[in-house]
């Protein structure tokens, strides 16, 4: 069984980890696997600005939400590439900005082979949006959209949508990082007549894995007298991530106990407005790309909060588990299939700060510290490591091929 993996980067971003982390379990199970991505070169970098242009034209000049949308205008035909023709299975991951046009996934659809598609936001199911924000409109047909504050049925979102059009007869597999995906790709005009599977992303275990919680502390020059709330992203001030939220449930912890203190690692742009109103002590640790450094972080938590307005997947909250770490989080998107709500961990009300509050003190006071972090690490082990997704994929592609037969 040969498989091919299309992924726009190499390492960046957590589609190409994924991607990364899959097809080296496959390798390890003794499938061939080969990789393509974009290449750094002049090319490919006119075709990333070139789409932005048009995306930045079509919004009016407006920067704002540049980075929230794709069109897949432009990109590269990979249809004649030996890797690709010589493949029984196409796999594609995250291939947005300037790596795959939609024309190009539909000369892939033309060489009749098994194709499987990694969901890693909503693209694949939408017009050009990678998350809708409860936006509806790509149940029926894109336009007006609201990334683009258009008033017009037929803007360029609308126009994406309708050249996506043969999604709809494609034979694509897809594959949803979680059920919550599932059902937005199952929902959607473009896709809801395609055969949609869940298998979630891997987590590397031997870096991931929990630590003796004083030890680290003590390491890190961490409190021993403190209940450690943490949490991470990529941007913490990216309004998605919802430390409004956090904030505002933690302030309502404080006035019961003062033994709070709040770790952060991730890139805020400005420091100052971002810690206003914030009535416990922090400590922000800025951008951290040390995985080994962020699992010991995970370690020396009592808790980790997730307070996204929308998770696809969930990472954090299934390495902070890895480590041992109960993670608290809303129930709109893909955290509910990680987080048994109350056996390891809790699921608090969408955009409630006071059940995430309700959710932060549930895990800090919990009778049995030991038993929760165990059951943490046991939903880890039982669904998300490298070995068990790879399992999963494999089926999946037997499966597709047998069917080509």
Request: net charge neutral; with cysteine.
């Amino acid at each position: 069984m040969k498989i091919v993996i299309l992924n726009t980067s190499e390492r960046t971003g957590g589609a190409a980890v994924a991607a990364g982390r899959l097809g080296k379990a496959l390798g390890q199970a003794g499938i061939q696997v080969d990789k393509l991505v974009r290449e750094n070169t002049w090319l490919n970098r006119f075709r990333f600005y070139w789409e932005r242009l048009i995306i930045f034209l079509c919004n009016h000049l407006n920067r704002k939400n540049l980075f929230a949308v794709s069109i897949a205008n432009t990109g590269m035909d990979l249809s004649g590439h030996p890797l690709v023709k010589d493949a029984d299975i196409i796999h594609l991951h995250w291939i947005n900005q300037g790596f795959l046009s939609l024309k190009d996934i539909e000369e892939l659809v033309n060489l009749n082979k098994p194709i499987v598609w990694t969901m890693h936001d909503m693209w694949p199911c939408t017009g050009i949006c990678h998350h809708a924000w409860g936006c509806e409109r790509f149940y029926d047909e894109c336009g007006k959209c609201l990334f683009l504050k258009s008033n017009n049925l037929h803007d360029l979102s609308y126009y994406v949508w309708k050249k996506k059009g043969f999604l709809k007869t494609s034979g694509i597999q897809l594959v949803a990082v979680s059920s919550w995906l599932a059902e937005q790709a199952k929902k959607s005009s473009l896709t809801k007549d395609l055969e949609v599977v869940v298998i979630p992303n891997a987590i590397d275990v031997s870096i991931f894995l929990k630590k003796e919680k004083i030890e680290i502390r003590k390491k890190l020059f961490f409190p021993l007298d403190k209940k450690i709330v943490l949490m991470g992203a990529v941007r913490l001030d990216d309004p998605i991530k919802g430390f409004e939220f956090l904030k505002d449930a933690l302030n309502i912890l404080s006035c019961a106990r003062n033994d709070i203190l709040l770790v952060l690692f991730g890139a805020i742009k400005n420091d100052k407005p971002f810690f206003d109103h914030l009535d416990v002590p922090c400590l922000s640790l800025g951008h951290l790309s040390d995985n080994n450094q962020i699992a010991e972080l995970y370690s020396a938590a009592d808790v980790t909060v997730v307070p996204s307005f929308y998770e696809t997947f969930g990472q954090t909250i299934i390495e902070a588990m890895a480590c041992g770490c109960p993670a608290v989080s809303f129930n709109n998107s893909g955290q509910t299939d990680i987080i048994d709500h109350k056996k390891n961990g809790y699921v608090a009300n969408y955009k409630d700060a006071s059940d995430l509050a309700n959710g932060i003190r549930w895990v800090l006071e919990h009778e049995d510290q030991q038993a929760l972090s165990d059951a943490c690490v046991k939903k880890v082990q039982e669904n998300y490591t490298e070995e068990v997704v790879a399992k999963q994929y494999m089926a999946l592609y037997k499966h597709l091929l047998h069917q080509k037969k």
